[in-house]
């Protein structure tokens, strides 16, 4: 089995930062990519960064120049720190992984998603 937790989110006021962070542990047998989602009230969860196996990154254009994602991959984690946030900004933010699990198929897992809330 293959679990996501995230930690770090919270409140923060506009022009702010916050980092996530998000671990991913279990009986895993590789990583493909690992990345963030967010999901505001009323709206679809929307794609937000990725970091794939080979170091690539890549951003929504609403937080590309504001929001790093990096990844340290001896402890299986991915990290997203979130500068200069707008109100706009807040959410659920989830964490996503591309995994193969022992004995398991290439699926996608979710973490269980941190509040993040930017007040004026």
């Known amino acids: 089995q293959v679990q996501l937790v995230e930690s770090g989110g919270g409140l923060a006021q506009a022009g702010e930062s916050l980092r996530l962070s998000c671990v991913a542990s279990?009986?895993?047998?590789?990583?493909?990519?690992m990345g963030w989602y967010r999901q505001a009230p009323g709206d679809q969860r929307e794609w937000v960064a990725t970091?794939?196996?080979?170091?690539?990154?890549n951003y929504a254009e609403s937080v590309r120049g504001r929001f790093t994602i990096a990844g340290d991959n001896t402890k299986n984690t991915v990290y997203l720190q979130m500068n200069s946030l707008k109100l706009g900004d807040t959410a659920v933010y989830y964490c996503?992984?591309?995994?193969w699990g022992v004995g398991a198929p290439r699926r996608d897992y979710w973490g269980q998603g941190t509040q993040v809330t930017v007040s004026s």
């Open positions: 996503n992984g591309r995994i």
């Open positions: 279990g009986s895993i047998l590789s990583i493909e990519n």
């Open positions: 970091l794939s196996d080979n170091g690539i990154t």
